[in-house]
């Protein structure tokens, strides 16, 4: 893994932020359900019904490289998601949710935010969707994986296949994500939260199933979530060669 990309997103994030104002605040008071699933309004709902322009997104994409990396596989630690192959039914709602406010991610929204209209939302998502899934990220390597993901298959045959499919490959119309190729930590950092009343733009109906888990079924969860693959979309990605001077 590279070191040095933790201080370089540090530094476009100050660069960032010269241009960009400060988070939405949050409203005091607000809750899951005050935010529904499917609102698209303003912005979101224009993005959603533009053709995206892979070429244009490619351009937008620099902002977002230096963290999510070249291949936009982001880090197998799970502090930067895996975003290539995502539905861009997904990303354009998580980006308008950041830059609206609805989703609390004060990192991630000065970046989100100088994004100048609905057709560059559009832009970026489709450029990002058109990325093939790194196989190499960040799995469940606990001493009990098989144990693990024994149970975790179970649980998610029984609920969540339902939603995001046999494969991991979720429902673009339904923006429902895809999870193949997902970095452990960072599914059951998202599924805690979720759980647990942090993720204000949370699907209602996955508030209501994983309400019920503890801690053990959500790691047992995302250890065979990580380990799911959606075949003809995964790839090895080559590190970027060199210029010889």
Known sequence: MNKRVPGICLAML????????????????IEVRDYPWQASAGEKSAALELRGNRKRGQEIYE??????????????????????????SVLIRQMADIRAGVRDNPTMYPFAAVLTDPQELADVAAYIEGLCIPVEHG??????????????KVLYEKECRGCHGASGEGFRDKGYPVIAGQHYQYLLRQMTEIRDGKRRNANPEMVRIISKYDNAQLLAISAYQSSLRMP??????MAPTRKKR
């Open 14 to 29: 100050a660069a960032v932020l010269a241009h960009a104002g400060p988070p939405v605040p949050r409203p005091a008071g």
């Open 63 to 88: 902002l977002c490289r230096s963290c999510h990396l070249p291949s936009a596989g982001g880090l197998p630690d799970g502090s930067i998601p895996q975003l290539a192959g995502q539905h861009s």
């Open 232 to 237: 003809g979309r995964m790839c090895k990605t």
């Open 139 to 152: 799995r469940y390597e606990g001493s009990d994986a098989d144990r693990q993901m024994a149970t975790g």
